[in-house]
């Protein structure tokens, strides 16, 4: 029998490997401290740092909404960009409510031809 043939028919007889019925949490395989990096919370659920919120709390830190540079560009353009289920609270974050609709200019792809 062909080399190349008797693999496939060898993993149809076999089959898949059985699985467990409750997937195990995967857990760090060290601690988080100071010992193991600099950055120690906020954590993951799994245990893990979460460097995005971790990088947004630091540069968040000691920036009020009417120092911001990003409040009067989304008052601007409105919050079409964000995702709905997110938007109440990316806005929260950055101090300011939620802007209403959206600039015409900003909302997709334009509907007259150029040229």
Not at 80 to 90: H, K, L, Q
Request: aromatic share 6%; charged share 20%; hydrophobic share 35%.
């Amino acid at each position: 029998m062909d080399r190349f043939l008797k693999l496939p028919l060898l993993l149809l007889l076999v089959g898949p490997a059985p699985r467990s019925a409750e997937p195990q949490p995967h857990r760090p395989r060290f601690t988080v401290s100071e010992a193991t990096t600099r950055i120690t919370s906020p954590l993951t659920p799994e245990g893990y740092v979460d460097y995005t919120a971790a990088l947004d709390e630091r540069c968040r830190s000691g920036i009020a909404p009417d120092q911001n540079g990003a409040v009067p560009c989304w008052e601007a353009v409105g919050a079409g960009a964000v995702p709905e289920s997110e938007r109440t609270a990316y806005f929260a974050r950055l101090g300011m409510p939620v802007p209403a609709g959206v600039a015409p200019y900003a909302g997709g792809p334009s509907r007259r031809r150029h040229g």
